[in-house]
């Protein structure tokens, strides 16, 4: 969190992590390129820096689109999402390196302008085989650059979350465009089986963990709505005689964990319903730096803790501790016995609600 | 994320699962049995017997050679170290100094071997010559050989 627009708000865990990644992509880079050498003695400087750079840049954006489902699948992952914008930024450098290099390679030794050349010299687009696959990465280029320009927390807040997670979201087009770029493109011109094979494995893995933390997802929205397809929210308020009106059920005590929290969706609203020091506090889901979701966070300090980026709010009004200012919405809370009911009428963002008391 | 981003996530991965395993598998299916990037060689001429002249510049041996009918003339050029420019280019330059001197293409070399180029008659009629290979993307003159007669 931070009052402020550092360019980097440089913590030690985001310095570590920065280094380890940068001796990654060393190291990396230093055995492709010895290997390239070894196996291929005529290989020209360029040759070998285009390589080592498409490899290491298709690499890294397979590792970036598996920490966000991994993340959802199993909380270990987490510090990777804290830095995930670097290892994006780091990934678009190094990308970048591999498209300067392969136009000036290719495009930029005679009169005809690059781009031009780029664009000009295969438009064979009828052609699976034949397809100009050099425009594919070029394209994909072009959106990771988009990302990595906005990427910081100026445009976050500016573009606002849903409109910056949209935007970013073409990262997945920048990864199918890349992986028919390699496919239409080194496969045929290779037909090495054992690169077919690793492809196929990124890929699979890719869209393995995406499809399966989306169904898991999928079930715990569906868990999330108490009594959405058994009856109706009028007939559950009828049944109770001593709940006020606006109240529905929303689950027991004891489905809560201390510190932690249930997500719920009543009348279209995703709550984080939070239990700690015997007491419970509703606000709304959405963290307000990336709309992460803060009931898959934890009480730290005595504050909610976004799992993405670490933003804290008070369970009990939904603000930031000072000198922050980011407010989420609240709700009110009533605990009947061991029955937890909730108004999902938002209050307004910041407003203080006085938390529920278990067992009274 | 909200509830409609966790959404669109889903429709994009479900798609995905399918969609892309079908590009991978369409271009692991077109992959071409020859290898398009392989060079094709035009057949060269036969060597003509006689050896009027030989000239070394660098890394190239340039003959002029005549058949022994001597109505056939020939460029032969060797490459004794492969080159590092992917396409040169060979041009033959008659030298009149009355009415100006004449270039004609020969063709284009590779980056290794021997390679042979037929004359035309006004160019085996006509005494002195240069035989200029150039590299035409990066616009360089590499050799300039003069035959005289």
């Known amino acids: 969190m931070s009052v402020i627009y550092d360019p980097i708000h440089w913590t030690a865990h985001k310095r570590l992590y920065d280094w380890l990644l940068l001796t990654f992509v060393v190291i990396y880079l230093a055995l492709f390129s010895g290997l390239q050498v070894l196996l291929f003695p005529q290989i020209t400087l360029e040759t070998i820096v285009i390589r080592a750079t498409g490899t290491l840049a298709f690499l890294m954006l397979h590792i970036i689109l598996c920490i966000g489902p991994l993340c959802r699948l199993d909380k270990r992952f987490l510090p990777m999402l804290y830095n995930r914008r670097h290892f994006g930024v780091t990934m678009f450098l190094i990308a970048l390196v591999h498209g300067a290099f392969s136009i000036f390679q290719f495009h930029a030794l005679s009169n005809t302008d690059p781009l031009v050349s780029l664009f000009g010299s295969n438009t064979h687009f009828d052609s699976i085989a034949r397809f100009p696959f050099q425009s594919l990465g070029f394209f994909a280029l072009m959106i990771l650059f988009v990302m990595a320009a906005t990427s910081h927390d100026f445009w976050l807040k500016n573009l606002t979350p849903p409109v910056w997670k949209t935007l970013h979201l073409g990262v997945y087009l920048a990864y199918a465009l890349l992986l028919m770029h390699v496919m239409l493109g080194v496969i045929q011109l290779e037909q090495s089986p054992v690169l077919i094979g690793l492809i196929g494995f990124g890929m699979f893995t890719v869209i393995s963990v995406h499809v399966l933390a989306a169904s898991r997802q999928m079930k715990k929205d569906r868990a999330a709505q108490p009594y959405k397809n058994e009856v109706g929210i009028s007939s559950i308020q009828s049944l109770k005689y001593n709940v006020p009106a606006g109240f529905v059920y929303a689950c027991e005590v004891s489905e809560i964990p201390e510190n932690r929290a249930k997500m719920l969706i009543i009348q279209g609203e995703n709550i984080a319903l939070f239990k700690y020091e015997n007491k419970l506090s509703a606000v709304h889901n959405l963290c307000k730096h990336q709309n992460g979701p803060l009931s898959e966070g934890k009480i730290i300090d005595g504050c909610i803790t976004c799992p993405w980026h670490g933003y804290q709010y008070l369970p009990e009004n939904g603000q930031s501790p000072p000198p922050f200012t980011e407010k989420v919405c609240t709700y009110d809370v009533l605990v009947d016995g061991t029955q937890v009911y909730l108004n999902p009428k938002p209050y307004p963002e910041g407003t203080a609600r006085p938390p529920a008391l278990i067992g009274l | ?149």
């Open chain 2, 1 to 149: 994320m909200t509830v409609k981003h966790r959404k669109l996530h889903r429709y994009i991965w479900f798609a995905f699962a399918f969609l892309l395993p079908l590009g991978w598998l369409a271009a692991i299916w077109v992959i071409p049995e020859t290898i398009w990037q392989t060079p094709v060689h035009l057949g060269q001429p036969p060597q003509l017997t006689n050896l009027l002249q030989s000239k070394e510049s660098g890394d190239f041996v340039i003959n002029l050679r005549q058949d022994s009918t001597e109505q056939l003339k020939q460029i032969e050029i060797f490459i004794k170290k492969p080159q590092v420019n992917p396409s040169t280019v060979v041009i033959l330059e008659t030298i009149d100094s009355i009415k100006g001197n004449k270039e004609q293409l020969l063709g284009m070399l590779g980056s290794r071997g021997v390679w042979r180029f037929n004359l035309d008659s006004l160019t085996i009629n006509h005494p002195d010559f240069k035989v200029r290979l150039e590299d035409n993307i990066q616009h360089l003159t590499l050799r300039s050989i003069t035959f005289k007669h």
